[in-house]
T-cell receptor, first 116, second 116 residues
Framework: EPEVTQTPSHQVTQMGQEVILRCVPI?????FYWYRQILGQKVEFLVS????????KSEIFDDQFSVERPDGSNFTLKIRSTKLEDSAMYFC??????????????FGEGSRLTVL | AQSVSQHNHHVILSEAASLELGCNYS??????LFWYVQYPGQHLQLLLK??????LVKGIKGFEAEFIKSKFSFNLRKPSVQWSDTAEYFC??????????????FGAGTQVVVTP
């Protein structure tokens, strides 16, 4: 079964450092997403991406965050200068098309980010 | 703002017992509804979804959920659980008019432990 893969599975970084989390969505999917889950809290939407641009972003997704799809397969989330409160599990997801038949979100296993 | 509430944070039950997990949402308009499951160490997986039509939806692994519009609820049920159903269960809502497709509001999750 095709799957969304994420790397790294766990990253530990110092506050203020830049972090890049990588995702390989399912190959024919067109829409891409990042979600995050701070320990003990809800899974929260961060950003959606389509046709090489952000389609929607949440209030959490401030100027410290950016996304790109540099090579047509990888979908990355960059945090420019990490803060302690960025510590969370980050989930990548993708969708084939936005309809009720193929619009299921497929999630990756997550990348756990720990900021010290 | 919309919110999604899951009534139980932690449920422990024995094999063969019946399971019902509550989910309520606050949005008054048209919604798409989902239940996701996360087995230990694995990614979020779709159990079932409701877009329209029959409010009783059947999903994978013997799960079903009933959408009751008047109660803003989408409760998950399984008549007889197995040890392998031990996992965290998340209810999620997409508010059709205000959320883009793929942008989900998640509940806090319910950790279900099934004992042999």
């Amino acid at each position: 079964e095709p799957e969304v893969t994420q790397t790294p599975s766990h990253q530990v970084t110092q506050m203020g450092q830049e972090v890049i989390l990588r995702c390989v969505p399912i190959s024919n999917h067109l829409y891409f997403y990042w979600y995050r889950q701070i320990l003990g809290q809800k899974v929260e939407f961060l950003v959606s991406f389509y046709n090489n641009e952000i389609s929607e972003k949440s209030e959490i997704f401030d100027d410290q965050f950016s996304v790109e799809r540099p090579d047509g397969s990888n979908f990355t989330l960059k945090i420019r200068s990490t803060k302690l409160e960025d510590s969370a599990m980050y989930f990548c997801a993708s969708i084939l098309r936005r309809d009720s038949y193929t619009g299921e979100l497929f999630f990756g296993e997550g990348s756990r980010l720990t900021v010290l | 703002a919309q919110s999604v509430s899951q009534h139980n944070h932690h449920v422990i039950l024995s094999e063969a017992a019946s399971l019902e997990l509550g989910c309520n949402y606050s949005y008054g308009g048209t919604v798409n509804l989902f239940w996701y499951v996360q087995y230990p160490g694995q990614h979020l997986q779709l159990l079932l979804k409701y877009f329209s039509g029959d409010p009783l939806v059947k999903g994978i692994k013997g799960f079903e959920a009933e959408f009751i519009k008047s109660k803003f609820s989408f409760n998950l049920r399984k008549p007889s659980v197995q040890w392998s159903d031990t996992a965290e269960y998340f209810c999620a809502v997409n508010a059709v008019l205000t959320d883009s497709w793929g942008k989900l509001q998640f509940g806090a999750g319910t950790q279900v432990v099934v004992t042999p």
